[in-house]
């Protein structure tokens, strides 16, 4: 790509640049899953060794999309570093008191991953791999894109408390025309990008949302899942050829 940048970072960028124009917030953290499988007698281990790592994204006016994306990979190369800190150790020392009605430190989560194969035989034994809703999601919102050699492809999921399918239907066609506008003319601000995406944009950041669910105080544990009960997932997919 022209931008000197793997293709992760710039989905990042226009994933993040996105949430910054239907939020109004431009200094906020995305969190990546990252695999811990980093040493030898890792990669044959039963389990879920991966950790969220929070990358911090902000942005300053007439910042062009190059740019934003440039800084991206900058701040994703340093939050590598501490790619080993477990989520729960970061919580501890940044939050003070916990809010139970949000995830702490973050509310959106970005992966790109490889597509994992269909099918396959390992040690005797076919397996094939399918997906499945899991009815709730931990995150406000979350965008999972997988690659191949010749596609890309995911899904979103969403709390339907705070958004509709209409919603994220728009948010991704906003962030598909971004993404290839961004591409053609990355010295282009993030601002004209904002105000060309038009209607659907101004919809998606008009449009009222119901509250969070007020999960706040002390309870027994069936009872905040009761209260939460609003907060099921909704997903919606596509598919990008390149």
Not at 3 to 19: C, M
Not at 187 to 195: F, K, R, S
Request: proline share 5%; hydrophobic share 40%; net charge neutral.
């Amino acid at each position: 790509m022209r931008l000197g940048i793997t293709p992760f970072n710039v989905y990042l960028a226009a994933y993040a640049s996105l949430l910054m124009r239907f939020t109004g917030q431009q200094d906020f953290a995305v969190s990546v899953p990252v695999s811990l499988r980093n040493r030898p007698e890792l990669q044959t281990m039963a389990g879920c060794f991966v950790n969220m790592l929070p990358v911090r994204m902000s942005c300053t006016q007439g910042t062009s999309f190059g740019t934003f994306a440039q800084s991206v990979s900058e701040r994703m190369l340093g939050a590598l570093q501490h790619a080993d800190t477990p989520f729960e150790q970061l919580v501890a020392r940044l939050v003070s008191e916990r809010d139970l009605a949000c995830t702490p430190v973050f509310q959106n989560v970005f992966s790109f991953e490889r597509a994992p194969e269909s099918q396959g035989e390992t040690a005797g034994m076919r397996w094939r791999f399918s997906e499945f809703a899991l009815g709730n999601s931990a995150y406000d919102i979350s965008l999972e894109l997988n690659y191949s050699n010749e596609d890309v492809s995911g899904w979103m999921d969403y709390s339907r408390a705070l958004f509709d399918r209409d919603w994220v239907e728009r948010f991704v066609g906003c962030f598909l025309r971004l993404l290839a506008s961004g591409l053609e003319a990355p010295d282009t601000p993030l601002l004209i990008w904002h105000c060309w995406m038009g209607q659907s944009a101004t919809r998606c950041c008009t449009s009222s949302t119901p509250r969070r669910p007020n999960i706040r105080g002390q309870a027994l544990i069936h009872e905040l899942f009761e209260r939460a009960g609003g907060t099921h997932t909704g997903s919606a997919g596509g598919a990008v050829r390149g």
